[in-house]
């Protein structure tokens, strides 16, 4: 096991922090929730954003045979 994966945190423990960050940022006073949505947006996604939103690479094989069609990679839901 490498020291990075012994010092970085998991995806999970990332998420967790993320989570109760929003939360306490919420229950401020001074705080909508659209402005605790724009913190994780922002700022939290940076830190897990290369472990959650991955590209297998894999297309299906209608895509892949049609020579006229156009592969591009968009934003899942």
């Known amino acids: 096991m490498s020291t ?3 010092t970085t945190p ?3 423990e990332e998420l967790l922090s ?3 960050e929003i939360i306490w940022l919420a ?3 001074t705080v909508t929730p659209s402005m605790a949505r724009a913190w994780y947006t922002h700022i939290v996604a940076e830190r ?3 472990r959650i939103r991955q590209f297998s690479g894999k297309v ?3 895509a892949a ?3 006229s069609a156009t592969l591009r990679l ?3 839901s």
């Open 10 to 12: 998991s995806l999970h």
């Open 74 to 76: 968009e934003h899942y």
């Open 27 to 29: 229950k401020r006073p």
């Open 65 to 67: 045979s049609d020579p």
């Open 48 to 50: 897990v954003k290369r």
């Open 18 to 20: 993320a989570y109760d």
């Open 4 to 6: 990075k994966a012994l």
């Open 60 to 62: 299906s094989l209608k």
